[in-house]
């Protein structure tokens, strides 16, 4: 399921809805052919009698099972998102119980990403953040090309704090230095700003 544009705030815009790369559903998915597979094989050469029944109702067990964990597999997929707007980076999943996490650009301080060779040969990896909340560190797994994620999130975050600072610099003609530098403090208390930040922009304005 798409994530909703109505969840989105005014103003911002969505810019990445990802769902797991295809990876996350490959071992069921092969599960369920080779379960497939041994019932066919079962079927058209197994043993007649009690031998054979027991052997056909083993079989088909088997390729109920996989497809159970297949059908489970793929409703997860189904149902997780990792989302990217102009503001914040989202992450949704649960079938039944939903469960989801929302970090807002500006608190997010480093991204990087992992991936095996298997998963280079794919396009798929692991996509960590670290971040000024809570939670401090937080990772994505079976991220659709996540070097290219990891790219964008950079780009919106540059953006997003572009904007901040246009908010601020907007009705700058008609605001004093004081005024100026007490709405950069009030981003600062609000965690919109790092303390590094408001000096090189106090800099900027207490500047000849």
């Given at each position: 399921?798409?994530?909703?544009?109505?969840?989105?705030?005014?103003?911002?815009?969505?810019?990445?809805?990802?769902?797991?790369?295809?990876?996350?559903?490959?071992?069921?998915?092969?599960?369920?052919?080779?379960?497939?597979?041994?019932?066919?094989v079962v079927l058209a050469i197994g043993p007649e009698g009690d031998a054979g029944?027991?052997?056909?109702?083993?079989?088909?067990?088997?390729?109920?099972?996989?497809?159970?964990?297949?059908?489970?597999?793929?409703?997860?997929?189904?149902?997780?998102?990792?989302?990217?707007?102009?503001?914040?980076?989202?992450?949704?999943?649960?079938?039944?119980?939903?469960?989801?996490?929302?970090?807002?650009?500006?608190?997010?301080?480093t991204v990087f990403f992992n991936q095996s060779l298997f998963e280079r040969m794919?396009?798929?990896?692991?996509?960590?953040?670290?971040?000024?909340?809570?939670?401090?560190?937080?990772?994505?797994?079976?991220?659709?090309?996540?070097?290219?994620?990891?790219?964008?999130?950079?780009?919106?975050?540059?953006?997003?704090?572009?904007?901040?600072?246009?908010?601020?610099?907007?009705?700058?003609?008609?605001?004093?230095?004081?005024?100026?530098?007490?709405?950069?403090?009030?981003?600062?208390?609000?965690?919109?700003?790092?303390?590094?930040?408001?000096?090189?922009?106090?800099?900027?304005?207490?500047?000849?």
């Open positions: 399921m798409a994530f909703p544009r109505k969840l989105l705030n005014d103003g911002e815009e969505l810019v990445l809805d990802l769902r797991p790369h295809w990876v996350y559903l490959a071992r069921p998915a092969a599960a369920l052919v080779a379960a497939i597979v041994v019932g066919a029944t027991a052997l056909n109702v083993a079989a088909g067990v088997l390729v109920v099972v996989a497809l159970v964990w297949f059908g489970v597999r793929y409703a997860g997929w189904a149902s997780t998102n990792l989302v990217l707007t102009s503001d914040r980076l989202i992450s949704r999943g649960g079938v039944l119980s939903k469960s989801g996490i929302e970090i807002p650009l500006e608190r997010i301080n794919f396009g798929s990896g692991d996509l960590v953040l670290e971040s000024a909340g809570e939670q401090g560190r937080q990772s994505f797994t079976d991220i659709r090309r996540p070097a290219v994620v990891q790219r964008e999130i950079y780009v919106q975050m540059e953006s997003n704090e572009n904007r901040k600072f246009d908010r601020v610099r907007g009705p700058a003609s008609g605001l004093s230095v004081a005024e100026q530098l007490e709405k950069l403090h009030g981003l600062v208390e609000r965690g919109a700003l790092s303390p590094a930040q408001y000096e090189a922009e106090k800099a900027r304005l207490l500047a000849p």
